[in-house]
């Protein structure tokens, strides 16, 4: 079956960085485009960022853009997200999530990693 597995999360100061990989199995990477969600404590599950199938495209919520950066590796089968300017506000826990190539919807998803950023 499908496996998504986070990791990278972790405790930074503000303006740090983190380098958020996932690890995608039991699917054909390819056929699949890749996304990230978070969610804040008492908040709903918001996008944060993605990209297509081919990796020629990227999609960014407005709050991260110019700070986050979405990768793949077809190779390694795995996707990115590199975070940099960390705020308070982007403490979270982080989600991958593959589409499905029938519906377009995001339908596999990870079991999250938490980002947490100190002022």
């Known amino acids: 079956q499908v496996q998504l597995v986070e990791s990278g999360g972790g405790l930074v100061q503000a303006g740090g960085s983190l380098r958020l990989s996932c690890a995608a199995s039991?699917?054909?990477?390819?056929?699949?485009?890749m996304g990230w969600f978070r969610q804040a404590p008492g908040k709903e599950r918001e996008f944060v960022a993605a990209i297509s199938r081919s990796g020629g495209n990227e999609y960014y919520a407005d709050s991260v853009k110019g700070r986050f950066t979405i990768s793949r590796d077809s190779a390694k089968n795995a996707v990115y997200l590199q975070l940099n300017s960390l705020k308070p506000e982007d403490t979270a826990v982080y989600y991958c999530?593959?589409?499905?190539?029938?519906?377009?919807?995001?339908?596999?998803w990870g079991q999250g990693t938490q980002v947490t950023v100190s002022s």
């Open positions: 999530a593959a589409d499905s190539p029938r519906t377009l919807r995001y339908e596999y």
């Open positions: 039991g699917l054909t990477f390819s056929s699949h485009a």
